[in-house]
């Protein structure tokens, strides 16, 4: 059983991948690396990527592929990722996809599992207004939630068929609760290997 591993973890806003990506990364001792976190923490900060992103994080859009790809390319140089790391909204569709290839290919390394959390439509729908109310979010507006499902539906969805002609995708059922879900998702990467996470 290895401890380390690529990983990444895929689903709509509003399926629970962030709270169930720092539970497995912390599991398995790897660093959680979310692309979300990064473009606000800059934005919190006032840096000039913050503001350079604002608008677009608002709007729900996507951050462009070359600026997102390069961001993420630094923060896996960084020793704490040299061995294993946990994906958390990167690559959202497939150029990011071939960028990430690429970049994982100069070290003869790849993804070991793609953790593919599944919830309905509706579902996430409910989840992310609960929490535009509980977090103030300001990305999370009835306008931009609905655009940010669209774009996930026609960009990020099709990464999925990708990543499943390669074998490495675990789909799992998102609905349950915190416990369960994690359980579901430490028996997939158990079946292949992967750490022990309960
Ligand atoms: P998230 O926290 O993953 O829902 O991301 C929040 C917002 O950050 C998204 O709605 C996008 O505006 C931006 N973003 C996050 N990850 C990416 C990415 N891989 N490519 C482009 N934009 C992104």
Do not use: C, W
């Not at 960028?99 to 729908?125: G, K, N, W």
């Not at 995708?169 to 022990?196: F, H, K, N, Y």
């Amino acid at each position: 059983m290895t401890t380390s591993a690529r990983l990444l973890i895929v689903g709509p806003q509003g399926s629970g991948k962030g709270t169930q990506g720092v539970r497995v990364a912390e599991a398995l001792n790897i660093p959680v690396v979310s692309t979300g976190d990064i473009f606000r923490a800059n934005i919190k900060a006032g840096t000039e990527l913050g503001q350079q992103v604002t608008a677009i994080l608002e709007a729900g859009d996507l951050v462009p592929d070359e600026l997102t790809s390069e961001i993420v390319r630094d923060r896996l140089s960084q020793e704490d990722a040299a061995d294993g790391f946990l994906l958390d909204g990167y690559p959202r569709n497939t150029t990011q996809v071939a960028h990430l290839d690429a970049f994982l290919a100069e070290s003869d390394a790849a993804l070991a599992a793609v953790i593919l959390l599944d919830v309905p439509r509706e579902e996430s729908l409910t989840r992310l207004r609960l929490r535009a109310v509980e977090q103030g979010r300001s990305d999370d507006t009835d306008e931009a939630i609905a655009h940010r499902l669209d774009i996930y539906e026609h960009e990020t969805a099709p990464i999925i068929s990708v990543y499943e002609q390669r074998g490495i995708v675990d789909r799992i059922d998102g609905v349950g609760s915190l416990d369960e879900i994690t359980a579901r998702i430490s028996a997939a990467l158990s079946a292949r290997g992967i750490g022990q996470l309960v």
